[in-house]
């Protein structure tokens, strides 16, 4: 499956953005679905996954109460809503796909990634 991730930017802090990854492929809803980011200088962190139906949405502590990953499998498409972004929050995301079972959060649990979207966040 191919990733294309989409909808990062400029934004201060408080904000919102809303990230898209589009998948192409092989059927995007054969696979969980889950979005790191890496800042400079830092490894790649787990953000949210969900799975194959949309269920089970899960988040790191960091981002939950803010982020909602959800997921439109017929326009092969998950999302994260990114609300109230804080500075901390300024990195490269990414989408990566996974196979099925539960909702993974290490990076190494992930078979496909996409190109990454830069989110900046202004104090």
């Known amino acids: 499956v191919q990733l294309q991730a989409s909808g990062g930017g400029l934004v201060q802090s408080g904000g919102s953005l809303r990230l898209s990854c589009a998948a192409s492929?092989?059927?995007?809803?054969?696979?969980?679905m889950g979005w790191f980011r890496q800042a400079p200088g830092k490894e790649r962190e787990y953000v949210a996954g969900?799975?194959?139906?949309?269920?089970?949405?899960d988040y790191a502590d960091s981002v939950k109460g803010r982020f909602t990953i959800s997921r439109d499998n017929a326009k092969n498409t998950v999302y994260l809503q990114m609300n109230s972004l804080k500075p901390e929050d300024t990195a490269v995301y990414y989408c990566a796909a996974s196979g099925l079972g539960a909702v993974r959060t290490r990076a190494d649990h992930y078979d496909y990634w996409g190109q990454g979207t830069q989110v900046t966040v202004s104090s």
């Open positions: 492929g092989r059927a995007f809803k054969t696979y969980n």
């Open positions: 969900i799975n194959w139906l949309g269920g089970a949405p």
